[in-house]
């Protein structure tokens, strides 16, 4: 059974940047095949995906984001990040950490961590 866990800041001021990571246990973030993706959900609006690190470190944005975007591994600790540039109120959301499988489908979600955008 993978789990997926993210921790980080639940409030930033505008302008910064936003820094997630999300912990992963019960499987490796370099087996072949799978990739960790970050999805958001902004209140009262849908899933936004935001962006993929496929197992041999290749990423893939979302081109709305893409140039405030950056997803990174560090695979002696078995986690991934998320840091989101230059951040506005519009960023505030529940951001969710997932795996992808190799069916392109999301098939383990973290719980997901409430960030707010404010002075």
């Known amino acids: 059974q993978v789990q997926l866990q993210e921790s980080g800041p639940g409030l930033v001021k505008p302008s910064q940047t936003l820094s997630l990571t999300c912990a992963v246990s019960?499987?490796?973030?370099?087996?072949?095949?799978?990739?960790w993706t970050w999805i958001r959900q902004p209140p009262g609006k849908g899933l936004e995906w935001m962006g993929v690190?496929?197992?041999?470190?290749?990423?893939s944005y979302n081109p709305s984001l893409k140039s405030r975007t950056s997803i990174s591994r560090e695979t002696s600790k078995n986690q991934f990040s998320l840091q989101l540039s230059s951040v506005t109120p519009e960023d505030t959301a529940v951001y969710y950490c997932?795996?992808?499988?190799?069916?392109?489908?999301?098939?383990?979600w973290g719980i997901g961590t409430q960030v707010t955008v404010s002075s």
């Open positions: 690190l496929a197992y041999d470190g290749e990423t």
């Open positions: 019960g499987g490796s973030i370099i087996i072949s095949g799978y990739g």
């Open positions: 997932a795996r992808l499988s190799p069916l392109l489908e999301v098939d383990y």
